[in-house]
């Protein structure tokens, strides 16, 4: 039974697409996130939700938006897609707050032609 | 300087080796470490988690924080291939975000 799961798993787009990414957890958490890792592995935080309230925004770019209708979900909407936004998305979630452990999915891999 | 400093590797070790993983941090107010394991293309998992300066074991694994020289460093004892994977050191403070490191590959060879 899969803690946090996002789709797709995998999405190749054009230049100047708008796309969407999508994430769930069953684990009863109050707090989401969404976090790049680029080509280098390196893995960066975006965005934080708690409860459905925005807390962290980390000088993402306009055209990324996340949406969270619920405190078990948290989409990602980007628009205009740049070849800067290859990378690999991952959802995490966590019981309340920064200072409890993360559960991450297993990623979404986006590339743009 | 940057926030979390990691070596990248890769670290390539024997089946039954001891593997020494390290961090060092600038940042005084992280008070929470934590060590991720992340396979090949799967998301990372939460493998250590500690508050504050000192040891803990978890079977073969041991991870050691001091705050006094901002040192943070992770034991794999007798060590499988299944442990090849990237290791990212997670240390939080309080507020602040979880700053990852960039990882260190390993590979465990039989």
């Known amino acids: 039974d899969t803690a946090v799961s996002q789709t797709p798993k995998y999405l190749v787009t054009q230049m100047g697409n708008d796309k969407s990414i999508k994430c769930e957890q069953n684990l009863g958490h109050d707090t989401m996130y969404w976090y790049k890792q680029d080509s280098k592995k390196f893995l960066k935080i975006m965005f934080s939700?708690?409860?459905?309230?925005?807390?962290i925004n980390e000088t993402v770019p306009n055209r990324f938006s996340p949406k969270s209708p619920d405190k078990a979900h948290l989409n990602l909407h980007i628009n205009s897609l740049e070849l800067g936004d290859s990378a690999v998305y991952f959802c995490?979630?966590?019981?309340?707050?920064?200072?409890?452990?993360?559960?991450f999915g297993d990623g979404t891999r986006l590339s743009i032609l | 300087q940057k926030e979390v400093e990691q070596d990248p590797g890769p670290l390539s070790v024997p089946e039954g080796a001891i593997v020494s993983l390290n961090c060092t941090y600038s940042n005084s107010a992280f008070q929470y470490f934590m060590w991720y394991r992340q396979y090949s293309r799967k998301g990372p998992e939460l493998l250590m988690y500690t508050y504050s300066s000192g040891n803990k074991e978890d079977g073969r694994f041991t991870a050691q924080v001091d705050k006094s020289s901002k040192y943070i460093s992770l034991f794999i004892r007798d060590s499988q291939p299944s442990d090849s994977a990237t290791y990212l050191c997670a240390p939080q403070g309080g507020s602040e975000k979880l700053v990852f490191g960039k990882g260190t590959k390993l590979t465990v060879n039989p």
């Open positions: 995490a979630s966590s019981l309340q707050g920064w200072d409890q452990p993360q559960h």
């Open positions: 939700y708690n409860n459905k309230e925005l807390i």
